[in-house]
C-alpha cells in the first residue's frame, strides 16, 4: 500500500535528483566543473536543498525541532535566489531570463517551486514560529556579510549590488537592509500561510 510517508520520501528523492542534476550543469562550463561557483548564493541555495531534504530523508522517522529548521531556512533560502534573480539580477543586473537555458530555470525558479510544493502537499502545518524566521536570514545574512568583509581583498563579488564601485557604499548597506528586510518579510508570509493552512486543512 503507497501511503502518504512513501509518497513524501519518494517526492524529497525526485527533487533531490532535479535539483542536484541541475545545480552540477549550472556549473560545468566549457565541459569543466566550475567549483568556483560554489561562491554564488544560487548554488549554495540549490545545495542546500540536496542536503536538507537528504537529511529529511535519513532522519524520516525521527523528526524534531531541528526538521522545521531546515525546512524554513531551505523555503526561505531559496526564495531568496528567485526573488533576487528574477527581480533584481535579470531587470537590473542583465542577467539571462529564467527560461534561457534548463540549468537557469531548474536553478532560479523551478527548484523553488518544487520546495514550495513538498512544503504545501505534505509537510505538517503549523510548526513553523517566528525563531524558524530568523533563522531563516542567518544563511543570506552570513554570506553577504562575509563578502562584504573580504570582496576587497580576494577581488571578487557575486552581484554588482555588492560592488561599491557600482552603486556606492552607502547604496551597498541600503540594498543589503533591503534585501534583508524582503526576505524577512517573506518569511513571515511563510509563517502566516503556515497558520492559515493548518487553520483550514489540518482537521
Known sequence: MVTKQKLHKLCLLVIVGIVLHGT????IIDGQLRLDYLRFFTIISNLLIVIGFLVMLVLYDKKGTF?????MNILMGISATALTYNFVLVPFGGSKIVFSDYSNFITHLFSAILVFFNYIAFE?????????VLAGLVVPFVYYS?????????????????????????MVFVL???LMGLLFLFGILILLLDKWLCRHFSR
Open 24 to 27: 552540477i550543469l549550472a556549473m
Open 67 to 71: 526538521w522545521y529548521y531546515i525546512s
Open 124 to 132: 505538517k502545518k503549523g510548526l513553523f514560529n517566528f525563531s524558524h
Open 146 to 170: 562575509v563578502f562584504l568583509s573580504i570582496g576587497h581583498i580576494i577581488d571578487f563579488y557575486p552581484y554588482f549590488f555588492m560592488r561599491s564601485e557600482v552603486v556606492g557604499w552607502p
Open 176 to 178: 543589503f537592509g533591503i
